[in-house]
């Protein structure tokens, strides 16, 4: 069974660009959550799908949001992107809600903003 | 407010003996509590969780964790330490009383095994 998938795997942008990362789930897992990694801030939770609808959401300013489709596939948008959005942002996938459920992360996706 | 500590940076064990990763907690309600390890140049893989009965819960790679009601804690353990099992480890704790059910993580606390 193939296991979390993210793309791209790096990305570079500029200051006041925005950027699109999608998280393809385990096949029939429908809960995925997203991740923010920093070497200052550590681990941060950003927010959480469960059968296309946020369940949860971390403390983000509104420039980060996003969404899930049917096949439970999701993205995740920032807008308006700062310095300090540089990151490795991660994505998990599970068969129930977080926290009821063992959680599989993919390798993530690595976010530079010059 | 919700909150996690790892208050040790870093943690160096011997081979062969027993390891221990700290984690406190402060939540408002019921805890659900987590541990993670994220190996070098790898993502992040789930260890093991407490979500409710007893209070020793066993995971992956013959880690185990004690959680501790009234101490408030959440301690990692293993009773014999690999060179593999060298690697960051974070807690993360969801309050599930809260509003948003938010997961928070620990710092992290780096476990390096010398052979």
């Known amino acids: 069974k193939a296991g979390v998938t993210q793309t791209p795997r790096y990305l570079i942008k500029t200051r006041g660009q925005q950027v699109t990362l999608s998280c393809s789930p385990i096949?029939?897992?429908?809960?995925v959550s997203w991740y923010q990694q920093t070497p200052g801030q550590g681990l941060q939770f950003l927010f959480e799908y469960f059968s296309e609808t946020q369940r949860n959401k971390g403390n983000f300013p509104g420039r980060f949001s996003g969404r899930q489709f049917s096949n439970s596939r999701s993205e995740m948008n920032v807008s308006t992107l700062e310095l300090g959005d540089s990151a490795l942002y991660l994505c998990a996938s599970s068969l129930a809600p977080t926290g009821t459920d063992t959680q599989y992360f993919g390798p993530g996706t690595r976010l530079t903003v010059l | 407010a919700q909150s996690v500590a790892q208050p040790e940076d870093q943690v160096n064990v011997a081979e062969g003996n027993p390891l221990t990763v700290k984690c406190t907690y402060s939540v408002s309600g019921n805890p659900y509590l987590f541990w993670y390890v994220q190996y070098p140049n790898r993502g992040l893989q789930f260890l093991l969780k407490?979500?409710?009965?007893?209070?020793l819960v066993k995971g992956s790679y013959g880690f185990e964790a004690e959680f501790n009601k009234s101490q408030t804690s959440f301690h990692l353990k293993k009773p014999s330490a690999l060179v593999s099992d060298s690697a960051l480890y974070f807690c993360?704790?969801?309050?599930?009383?809260?509003?948003?059910?938010?997961?928070?993580f620990g710092k992290g606390t780096k476990l390096s095994v010398k052979p």
């Open positions: 096949s029939g897992h429908r809960s």
């Open positions: 407490y979500i409710t009965g007893d209070n």
């Open positions: 993360a704790v969801r309050d599930m009383g809260g509003s948003q059910g938010n997961l928070i």
